[in-house]
T-cell receptor, first 116, second 111 residues
């Protein structure tokens, strides 16, 4: 199973709403990532979790709050977002082991978020 | 200068053509190199990891030149289904960390 799943596929929310994005993988990967991607731009890293601990936060505004309940799950909690936060939010995972030769990242299909 | 720079493209080629993409990176400590393809409104999918010795997978060949700090992707006998954006990705070490993406090169293969 080389699949990363994400829910929901689409999300429309108002600026006062609270919502959560969910990501799951069952590949035994110990690193999980959140990316934001705008149209015609490459993915932009937001957060990295390594062995369920937050290891990288790319100065993301606090209205985005990540959570890693266990090694298979990754959530992104959203609150008081702005219209410019509308984007495709991608989750990825990788093995994250010193013995892993190349640490490829596998991406989920993404959640397309629209903030009104 | 960007950390990872790709050919700006777009590339428009006929079916059956051979096309090559180049990507340069500035961090000499970079360890892992990948090519991903991304179809419109879809997620990036790993196409190839790029090994020091170069590697080939069917019609696709990837090369790494550490001395000149560039990687390349060669696609032979282009198919319509190869039309996509190709992303060069560079990672500083083999552990989870910040991968740097190039801006992508768009390929359109025409009948």
């Amino acid at each position: 199973d080389t699949e990363v799943t994400q829910t929901p596929k689409h999300l429309v929310m108002g600026m006062t709403n609270k919502k959560s994005l969910k990501c799951e993988q069952h590949m035994g990967h110990r690193a999980m990532y959140w990316y934001k991607q705008k149209a015609k731009k490459p993915p932009e890293l937001m957060f990295v979790y390594s062995y369920e601990k937050l290891s990288i936060n790319e100065s993301v505004p606090s209205r985005f709050s990540p959570e890693c309940p266990n090694s298979s799950l990754l959530n992104l909690h959203l609150h008081a977002l702005q219209p410019e936060d509308s984007a495709l939010y991608l989750c990825a995972s990788s093995q994250d082991r010193d013995t892993s030769s190349y640490n490829e990242q596998f991406f989920g299909p993404g959640t397309r978020l629209t903030v009104l | 200068r960007k950390e990872v720079e790709q050919d700006p493209g777009p590339f428009n080629v006929p079916e059956g053509a051979t096309v090559a993409f180049n990507c340069t990176y500035s961090n000499s400590a970079s360890q892992s190199f990948f090519w991903y393809r991304q179809d419109c409104r879809k997620e990036p999918k790993l196409l190839m990891s790029v090994y020091s010795s170069g590697n080939e997978d069917g019609r696709f060949t990837a090369q790494l030149n550490r001395a000149s700090q560039y990687i390349s992707l060669l696609i032979r006998d282009s198919k319509l289904s190869d039309s996509a954006t190709y992303l060069c990705v560079v990672t500083p070490n083999t552990n989870a960390g910040k991968s740097t993406f190039g801006d992508g090169t768009t390929l359109t293969v025409k009948p």
